[in-house]
């Protein structure tokens, strides 16, 4: 690897209502920093896109199951979403506008263009916590990947969504029988709990497999019928 390639090249900075965002490229990857916390970037996408399909493989036999992505990040879950046909319809929910330009007209749209031009896609800018405890629709399936994970938040107004309260707003978002996926950087005995003291039912972890090192997961659950 370059020297090139090993140091990130800044393309875009804002300052928002929630912080700094920064767009950098890494050789041909991009990343995408908040608050000075690394978020995610387009080296690998295997864990966004076993979000998806944890949540696809859940719901079992339901025809055309609508779901919720939130937030669109780089891309790789809307799009692997938008992939397969047996989704139906299709949110994502992204508060910062820096990154939905970087999608709509930026470099990010290599990867999400088809997916946001996709009939089955709506793409919604707010922010996911007040989403959830606001909006009337309901989903089959809720694909969360906001944080590194219920205990390191990007933000700290993010850490209400793992509450009680904002579990319960989950839920209120969810079909019956609908299923709740959140991604994270490690496991947590903690959030599972949580989980089921929220009235979910099906509480489990999927890994994602890595070369080393603790990996990522993917915490499942399903409101009761």
Request: net charge negative.
């Amino acid at each position: 690897m370059t020297t090139h390639a090993r140091t990130p090249l800044t393309l875009d900075r804002r300052e928002g209502p929630y912080g700094e965002v920064v767009l950098r490229r890494r050789g041909e990857d991009f990343e995408i920093i908040a608050n000075g916390t690394f978020l995610m970037d387009t080296s690998d996408g295997r864990s966004e896109r076993l979000l998806v399909d944890a949540a696809l493989r859940a719901l079992g036999t339901r025809p055309h199951p609508s779901v919720l992505v939130g937030g669109l990040g780089v891309g790789f879950s809307l799009a692997h979403a938008a992939g397969q046909p047996a989704w139906g319809r299709i949110a994502v929910v992204e508060r910062e506008e820096a990154i939905i330009d970087w999608h709509r007209e930026g470099p990010l749209a290599r990867i999400s263009g088809e997916a946001l031009a996709d009939p089955r896609t709506v793409l919604v800018h707010d922010d996911l916590v007040a989403y959830v405890h606001s909006s009337p629709d309901t989903f089959d399936a809720l694909c969360l990947d906001i944080d590194n994970g219920p205990g390191w938040t990007v933000t700290e107004d993010n850490d209400s969504l793992y509450s009680p309260a904002g579990l319960a707003a989950c839920a209120a978002r969810l079909n019956p029988g609908g299923v709740l996926a959140v991604w994270s950087a490690q496991p947590s005995a903690d959030f599972e709990e949580s989980l089921r003291n929220a009235g979910f039912s099906g509480v489990r972890t999927e890994e994602v497999p890595v070369a080393r090192g603790v990996p990522d997961v993917v915490h499942l659950a399903v409101r009761p019928a």
